[in-house]
Structure formats: structure tokens, C-alpha cells
């Protein structure tokens, strides 16, 4: 049995300046809340919250003391303003490519342009960049939903962690349609090359496991190509999910993990299926 790891995988710059954030804070003494999961990523937040770290999810119910973290996926801009006008200390752990997705929706606004973020609708993400569009704002996750605007001038973004694949699509039919279009290529890159390396990993393997929160947009976007390449594929958050079954007659086991996913969880499920082909 022969354990194959991805060429690119688990945290990504963005996460692990978060990380770093709330861990450089709550070591120096601050209290501090976040305004939301800092990730999407069970295991580490709750190590987070072992270390002081208190997770809320409306600015409300902030304490006095405390200081407010904004999560990688970024806070929509009205929470923002709310913050600043009470005179909270804002811990800014926003992705910087998220804050350059932000800035490219409040631009096109500006500019008179109809913005389209191709991405998911309620994403955490989405919705902060949905907050930054000052007039039409739509949000589409394929090309089936763009809505129909004949004669506007179109601005697009993408969610950092969207299908790249998807994204060309939508572009596609939207330049197919448009007068006058302008696009913002605001995708991750370190989430696309994650994305191609679990296509590689495919054609080496018997089968993958994918480690990641179950609600982490990127970490589903590598179950949804491997599935789609034809690999038998697991999705787990825990090493304790791990099943000796799933690698009976397996030679080459694929292993990849999300951008959220840190290097300690990585690491206790490569022990684990060591112990489950070993024992």
C-alpha cells in the first residue's frame, strides 16, 4: 500500500494569515470574538476556541471588552461601517484576494456597470461582495441562472474558491450576449492549482480522500472533480471517520485536503490509515 499525497493541498496564504491573526491576539491577552467560524473548518475552530477564541454570529452579541475578528471569507461592508461608527477594534482577517474581490465590486458599481459574481448565493463570501455592488448586483452560480439584461454594460467577479470551469462558462455566454462586458479574474489561484492536482492525483490512485470542512466551498469543489474524473472518493472532516473497508485491495491512496484544513488533522489521518492498512 503506498500513501500518495496531492501536489498542492491543505492551507492556502489566506487561511494561514488568519490563523496567524487570532493566534498573535489571543496570545498577547486580547479577548476577541469572531464574527462568524474564522474558516470553514470544525476541528480548528474549536482548537481556537480552546485558546480563548469566542465564535458569534451578529455583532450584538460582542462584549465590551472584546475585540471583533472578521473571518478570511470577510464581513459585508454595512457590518463593517456598524463597527467602526461603535468604535470596536476589528481584527481584519480578511483574505487579501477576497478584499480584492470587494474592491473590483465596488469599482464596477461605480462605474455604472451591472456586476455578476459567479459563486455560490449565501456563501459567506458571496455575501460580503454582494454588499460592496451600489446598484444591480446579481449573484449566479451557472449559466442557466443569468438573468437576461439586454443593452447594460456588464462587470464580472468571481468567488475566490469558485469552479474555474464554471466561471469561463459564465463568461462565455455572457460576452456571447453582452455589448460591453469587463471581467475581474478574482479566483484563487492556490485553489486552482489544488483543483488540478486532484485531477492528477485521479489517474495515479485507487482511491482519494479528501480532508476538509463539509462546508468548505473549495474542499467540495475536490470531491466534485474527482467524482467527476471517475475516482472513488471519501470526504472526511476527522480521522476518526476513516473506515478500513473503504482501502481493502487499494495499492495507491490518494490524499488531498482543503484550503482550510490544517497541517495537525492532515497528519492524524495519514497515522490513521497507516494503522487501519497496517494492523
Same mark, same amino acid.
Not at 166 to 173: D, P, Q
Not at 208 to 223: E, F, H, M, P, Q
Not at 229 to 257: C, M, Q, R
Given at each position: ?9 491543505? !492551507? ?5 494569515? %488568519? ?18 467560524? +474564522?474558516?470553514?473548518? *470544525? ?6 476556541? *480552546?485558546?480563548?477564541? @469566542? =465564535? ?22 454595512? =457590518? ?35 456586476? +455578476? ?16 455592488? @451600489? ?10 441562472? +443569468? ?14 474558491? !469558485?469552479?474555474?470551469?464554471? !466561471? ?6 455572457? =460576452?456571447?450576449? *453582452? ?14 492549482? @489544488? ?19 463539509? $462546508? ?8 466534485? +472533480? %474527482?467524482? *467527476? ?10 480521522? $476518526? ?5 473503504? !482501502? ?8 488531498? %485536503? ?22
Amino acid at each position: 500500500m503506498e500513501i500518495i499525497l496531492a501536489k498542492e493541498y491543505g !492551507f492556502c496564504f489566506g487561511v494561514r494569515r %488568519a490563523i496567524s491573526l487570532a493566534e498573535d491576539a489571543l496570545r498577547s491577552g486580547k479577548k476577541v470574538a469572531s464574527l462568524g467560524p +474564522i474558516i470553514h473548518n *470544525s476541528l480548528e475552530v474549536s482548537r481556537l476556541e *480552546s485558546m480563548g477564541l @469566542r =465564535v458569534i454570529e451578529d455583532i450584538n452579541d460582542l462584549n465590551p471588552e472584546e475585540s471583533l475578528l472578521i473571518r478570511s471569507h470577510g464581513a459585508p461592508l454595512d =457590518v463593517i461601517s456598524e463597527l467602526k461608527r461603535r468604535g470596536i477594534n476589528i481584527i481584519d482577517a480578511t483574505c487579501p484576494l477576497v478584499a480584492r474581490a470587494q474592491r473590483m465590486v465596488d469599482f464596477l458599481s461605480s462605474e455604472g456597470y451591472t456586476v +455578476i459574481i459567479a459563486g455560490e448565493q449565501g456563501h459567506p463570501e458571496v455575501k460580503g461582495l454582494v454588499s460592496y455592488g @451600489r446598484g444591480k448586483t446579481f449573484v449566479v452560480s451557472s449559466s442557466e441562472e +443569468i438573468p437576461d439584461l439586454p443593452g447594460e454594460k456588464i462587470g464580472i467577479v468571481g468567488q475566490t474558491t !469558485f469552479s474555474i470551469d464554471r !466561471f469561463r462558462e459564465i463568461v462565455g455566454e455572457i =460576452v456571447s450576449k *453582452s455589448w460591453e462586458v469587463r471581467i475581474f479574474n478574482t479566483l484563487c489561484n492556490a485553489s486552482r492549482k @489544488r483543483q488540478i492536482a486532484v485531477e492528477e492525483l485521479v489517474e495515479k490512485t485507487d482511491v482519494i480522500i479528501v480532508i476538509g470542512g463539509k $462546508n468548505s466551498a473549495n474542499t467540495r469543489r475536490l470531491v466534485e +472533480i %474527482a467524482e *467527476s474524473k471517475g475516482a472513488t472518493v471519501y470526504h472526511i472532516e476527522s480521522w $476518526n471517520e476513516l473506515l478500513p473497508d473503504w !482501502f481493502i485491495g487499494k495499492e495507491k491512496i490518494g490524499i488531498t %485536503a482543503g484550503a482550510s484544513t490544517p497541517d495537525w488533522v492532515i497528519e492524524k489521518v495519514l497515522d490513521k490509515i497507516r494503522e487501519l492498512c497496517y494492523q
